[in-house]
Structure formats: structure tokens, C-alpha cells
């Protein structure tokens, strides 16, 4: 099982792909944890990468691919993975295809999330992250049960440094430019699912993921792989289904 989650930056694929990796039992790939793993050391290619990062432009094509490739490799994605920030332009989508069918395998299904552009700047500016186990909090929608504190682990709470007003219109212009075509890209191929992520309909995380369940169980031909990678779980969603 593949998916991959397209969106502008604080549209929720973080969040909804934290709670899809429980409910589905499959490894979340975060692009942008992996480059800022790599910008944190002190190596040529990880000087290179965060170059691009400080500035909120998108890595090239072939730097991204060659990390991608290699996260791919390792064993927990076995069983399937949620691809969240990759890929964000049509040549990472050939490459990923051919990836997956050296491998016997395919993307299965793509969730394009929306937000307002108010509600992606309010949410970005407000987003706190543990550095250790990666929960996502939001100092207003999402609050840790202890200030600055996460609930999970204990570590203490950051911010990341490209959560800034400015920098977060410039991710979501760079967005709409270079990572928009993709929608129409996997849209051709039917694999495409749209969602809008508003508190004006009350469609947040929570309820993206339980939408993007019912969608993988009303397809057929995702019946036998989540009731072999679910198990017991698929009991909270047949009702989904009648």
C-alpha cells in the first residue's frame, strides 16, 4: 500500500498522515524530516540541501529522488508507506513510479489537501513539533496537555524556524507554481482524492482520516491488504462500508 499526501504547506499532511500510520499500521515518510536530518550535518550535501530549506525553496529533483530511493530501501516500509512532502513535481512522480515498479508495486491512492491560505498561515505560525518523536501540536487547536511539553515522549516542544509569516507565503507560492501540476498529473491516472482541511466545515485531521479510510475500503481492491495489515481494526470501520 502506497500513499502519498499532496498539499500547501500547513494544510494538515503531517497530522492526517501521523493518524493514518496508526490506524493503517504502515511507515509515514516525511520529506522534510528527512532534509532536515541531512541539513543538520555537517556534510557537503547536507549544506547544500539547507541552503534551499532556509530560503523556503524546494530541493532539486535529483537530490530528492537519490534520499527518497534510499529511506524506500529500508525495512519498515514493508508493509506499506504514507509518502508525505514527495513528490512534489512530475519528474519525482516518473521517478517514484519507476521506483515502485522495479519493486512489483504501485501508488494507490493520492490525497490532495486544501486549506483557506488564512487558516494555512494561522496553523503554520502556530505549530509546535517534539524534535524526538515527531507529534505535531498547535498552540490553539491542538494544545499539549502541558505547555511546551509533549504529551507522548516529555521532550520539550520547538518551533521550526521557517514558521514565519513570510516564509510560509513563500512555501505556499513556490507550492502553487512548481507542486500544483502534480494534481493533474495523478488526477489522469485516477488515483487522485481531494479533501478540504476548514474549520469553517469542521473537516479537520481527525475527520480527513477516517475519510480517506472509507475511501480505501469502498475500493475492492484494498479489501485484502487491510484486512491482513489491520486486522482487528477493520472492525471499527465495516460499518464504513454498509
Known sequence: ?????????GTGKGTVSAILKEK????????????????????????EINSYLKEGNLVPDELTIKMIKERLAEKDVENGVILDGFPRTEAQAIALDKMLEEEGKKVDLVIDLS??????????????????????YNTKLNKPKKEGICDICGSELYQREDDTVERV?????????????LEE?????????????????????????????????????NIKWLQSSQKEKLNKWKKLVN
Open 185 to 221: 498529473y495523478y488526477e489522469k491516472a485516477d488515483k487522485l482524492f481531494k479533501i478540504e482541511i476548514t474549520e469553517k466545515t469542521g473537516t479537520m485531521a481527525k475527520e480527513a482520516a477516517d475519510i480517506v479510510i472509507e475511501k480505501l475500503i469502498n475500493r475492492k481492491e
Open 24 to 47: 493503517l499500521n504502515i511507515a509515514h515518510v516525511s520529506s522534510g524530516d528527512i532534509f532536515r536530518k541531512y541539513s543538520s550535518e555537517d556534510s557537503e550535501l547536507g549544506r
Open 1 to 9: 500500500m502506497v500513499i502519498i499526501m499532496l498539499g500547501a504547506p
Open 115 to 136: 486549506s483557506p491560505k488564512e487558516e494555512i498561515l494561522d496553523r503554520i505560525v502556530t505549530r509546535r513539533i517534539c524534535p524526538k518523536c515527531k507529534a505535531v
Open 169 to 181: 507565503e513563500n512555501r505556499i507560492e513556490v507550492y502553487q507554481s512548481q507542486t500544483k501540476p
